[in-house]
């Protein structure tokens, strides 16, 4: 009975020995996968820092129109603007037209009033507007052109 004792206690701790053994190396196996996935991520990272793509502006440049009368007579509004644009065909097809592009905004301009263009909700919708204007093609045939935002560089209501 002794010896059946003895080979139970060693077969118990070769048992522990052995669960320890798959327990490390699981934990290993863990460890490695979670550092290539950390890799990979930090890789994925860099990737998207490097593919970062530059902003592309139209800068036009200021002016001065004379605004429609109201009730304080005759204004002005000087302004500068930069449009942002998605590809380098439009900002070539904006500056190719500039004549063109500059006319069309100056005759929208010369349709507002003053107090259209004082408030923050007028910026803005003046510079949907000017979008809207610009999106009509410029020459034919034209591509669509990819204007994203308006940006008022200089903006002066006197």
Same mark, same amino acid.
């Given at each position: 009975?002794?010896?059946?004792?003895?080979?139970?206690?060693?077969?118990?701790?070769?048992?522990?020995?052995?669960?320890?053994?798959?327990?490390?190396?699981?934990?290993?196996?863990? @460890?490695?996968?979670?550092? &290539?996935?950390?890799?990979?991520?930090?890789?994925?990272?860099?990737?998207?820092?490097?593919?970062?793509?530059?902003?592309? %502006?139209?800068?036009?440049?200021?002016?001065?129109?004379?605004?429609?009368?109201?009730?304080?007579?005759?204004?002005?509004? @000087? /302004?500068?603007?930069?449009?942002?644009?998605?590809?380098?065909? /439009?900002?070539?097809?904006?500056?190719?037209?500039?004549?063109?592009?500059?006319?069309?905004?100056?005759?929208?301009?010369?349709?507002?009033?003053?107090? &259209?263009?004082?408030?923050? &909700?007028?910026?803005?919708?003046?510079?949907? &507007?000017?979008?809207?204007?610009?999106?009509?093609?410029?020459?034919?045939?034209?591509?669509?052109?990819?204007?994203?935002?308006?940006? %008022?560089?200089? %903006?002066?209501?006197?």
């Amino acid at each position: 009975m002794a010896k059946s004792m003895g080979g139970s206690t060693k077969l118990l701790w070769l048992m522990v020995l052995l669960v320890l053994l798959s327990m490390a190396a699981a934990g290993a196996a863990i @460890y490695m996968v979670m550092s &290539e996935r950390d890799a990979s991520e930090g890789g994925n990272a860099q990737t998207q820092q490097l593919q970062r793509q530059t902003p592309i %502006f139209v800068k036009i440049d200021p002016f001065t129109v004379n605004l429609a009368d109201d009730n304080f007579g005759s204004r002005l509004l @000087y /302004t500068g603007i930069s449009l942002k644009v998605g590809n380098n065909e /439009t900002r070539e097809i904006l500056t190719e037209h500039m004549p063109q592009v500059r006319s069309r905004l100056l005759m929208l301009f010369s349709g507002k009033q003053a107090s &259209e263009l004082t408030t923050p &909700e007028g910026k803005r919708r003046l510079g949907d &507007e000017v979008i809207a204007v610009l999106s009509d093609p410029l020459s034919q045939p034209q591509p669509s052109l990819d204007i994203r935002d308006v940006l %008022f560089t200089e %903006f002066i209501v006197q």
